[in-house]
């Protein structure tokens, strides 16, 4: 009989967490290298080596790989303060281009403020004024195309076209609009340089986004990118501070007008939006168009449902509104189901602020968790058939199968971190998807969805090109 002094019997103990598996010496290198350099394989290997939940290091540094779908459900419920976003990673070269004010490198009360200012301003109502925008847009960057290959068809016979640029400029018009109204959008190719120089710096190797004096360099060039980019939108802060509209749809003079923050944390804010919605909806659209190209008949159905939904192409924009978008229920879900296979990012990273317990295993303070949407969008203990592009998967599900596909679903992650511009997202790809599929035949140039590249950002490798030619209807 155990004494009065004894400690709780074992069984009521809870079970000792385990260490988490992964590679070793010289093939924990290759892995991380690997990692960095081609990181869909990396994380395919992993997973299929060492299972949904894996352990690197990278010298002192120790990283989670998690792509289980209930562990990254039970991650993202978590308290915040569980975790840190100005870890060092995010410190070299995200931070050096979106400000260490940025919400993205933010933590604790400071992130919290500036992410209410932000997210206040993205109401649905006011979201949903823009749908006739992203419409007209999508209408003129269509009619530009049409003209471009009619006019290149025409001298040379070539109607193949590498649709990546177009879509970046029209996505990239859209958020200037947006944000700032028409006159700015106009300067979306000027702005979009800019924005691609600094993508590129954040996707180049740690090592050259490291911090140095040396004029000419990718580093100094950035940094001109990134004064330029403040004076343009200080300047627009400026002049809704001395001449305020009183449009309650436009998003800058409603993080304004709130007042919770200073002008540089909404430049610092505003200049995030920019680059994460533009570069990462104008990928996830030119994987969608792989996608619904490919697969049989999900093309032409694509087409029927915006022909009733949207009318006729050449339509008046005017008329499409919230209930336009719900009615859209194909084309929503095609977007679900690409997004499901190809996330805009394939990880996002996260340090441990604590001891961090997921189910058997203790994640130690000052790791950095990398979670991957793209494990957890093709775990096949959550989808049958993974790797199928179905977007039918997600209609008559159970109540069990809704629970689990929502676990598993995380694109744009979930919890206070939860990416602010979903709702965006979904709505202009939906929208833009649909009147492309109305108005271009697009035949892709290989039978194959390509390989992905990327970390930050996840794009199929050699862009989007395809022979592309007006419907004809």
């Given at each position: 009989m155990p004494s009065a002094k004894s400690g709780p019997s074992e069984a009521s103990l809870p079970p000792r967490a385990q260490p988490l598996p992964g590679p070793r010496g010289l093939e924990n290198l290759s892995r991380v290298r690997q990692l960095f350099e081609d990181p869909a394989t990396a994380l395919d290997g992993l997973c299929e080596t060492y299972g949904p939940i894996c352990g690197l290091r990278l010298g002192p540094a120790r990283i989670a790989v998690i792509g289980d779908p209930e562990l990254l459900h039970a991650m993202f419920a978590m308290p915040a303060d569980s975790f840190r976003w100005?870890?060092?990673f995010n410190m070299v070269g995200v931070r050096f281009v979106v400000g260490r004010r940025s919400m993205i490198v933010s933590d604790g009360a400071d992130h919290h403020r500036r992410r209410g200012s932000v997210q206040s301003a993205f109401t649905r109502r006011r979201l949903n004024t823009w749908i006739p925008m992203i419409v007209d847009r999508a209408d003129r960057a269509i009619g530009e195309l049409i003209r471009e290959i009619e006019t290149s068809a025409a001298k040379t016979g070539e109607t193949e076209i590498d649709l990546s640029p177009v879509i970046q400029r029209l996505i990239l018009g859209v958020t200037l609009h947006a944000f700032f109204g028409e006159d700015l959008a106009a300067r979306a190719d000027e702005i979009g340089v800019m924005y691609g120089r600094m993508q590129k710096f954040i996707e180049a190797a740690a090592v050259k986004q490291l911090p140095h004096p040396i004029p000419f360099s990718a580093r100094s060039r950035v940094r001109s990118d990134r004064h330029a980019v403040d004076e343009i939108?200080?300047?627009?802060?400026?002049k809704r501070?001395?001449?305020?509209?009183?449009?309650p749809f436009d998003i800058l003079e409603a993080i304004v007008i709130d007042g919770a923050l200073s002008d540089p944390e909404i430049r610092d804010q505003v200049k995030t939006l920019i680059g994460a919605g533009y570069d990462t909806t104008s990928?996830?659209?030119?994987?969608m168009l792989w996608c619904a190209t490919l697969a049989s008949g999900v093309w032409s159905r694509i087409r029927a449902e915006a022909d009733v939904v949207l009318g006729e192409p050449d339509g008046c924009s005017d008329v499409a509104d919230h209930a336009t978008l719900a009615r859209l229920e194909f084309t929503q879900r095609v977007v679900h189901e690409s997004l499901r296979l190809h996330p805009a990012g394939l990880v996002?990273?996260?340090?441990?602020?604590?001891?961090?317990?997921?189910?058997?295993?203790t994640i130690r303070k000052g790791t950095l968790i990398v979670w991957s949407p793209h494990l957890a969008g093709r775990d096949p203990g959550a989808w049958a058939?993974?790797?199928?592009?179905?977007?039918d998967r997600f209609v008559d599900l159970t109540p069990q199968q809704k629970v689990?596909?929502?676990?598993?679903?995380?694109?744009?992650?979930?919890?206070p971190h939860m990416c602010i511009g979903f709702a965006l997202a979904q709505m202009e790809l939906t929208l833009i998807l649909a009147r492309i599929a109305q108005r271009l035949d697009l035949t892709p140039t290989s039978s194959e969805v390509p390989r992905p590249i990327g970390m930050v950002v996840n794009r199929p490798i050699g862009g989007a090109?395809?022979?592309?030619?007006?419907s004809g209807r």
């Open positions: 100005s870890h060092k939108i200080d300047a627009e802060i400026a501070r001395a001449h305020p509209t009183g449009d990928a996830a659209l030119a994987w996002g990273a996260r340090a441990a602020g604590t001891d961090v317990r997921l189910g058997d295993y058939d993974p790797l199928r592009f179905d977007p689990i596909s929502d676990q598993a679903w995380v694109p744009f992650g979930r919890g090109p395809f022979t592309v030619a007006a």
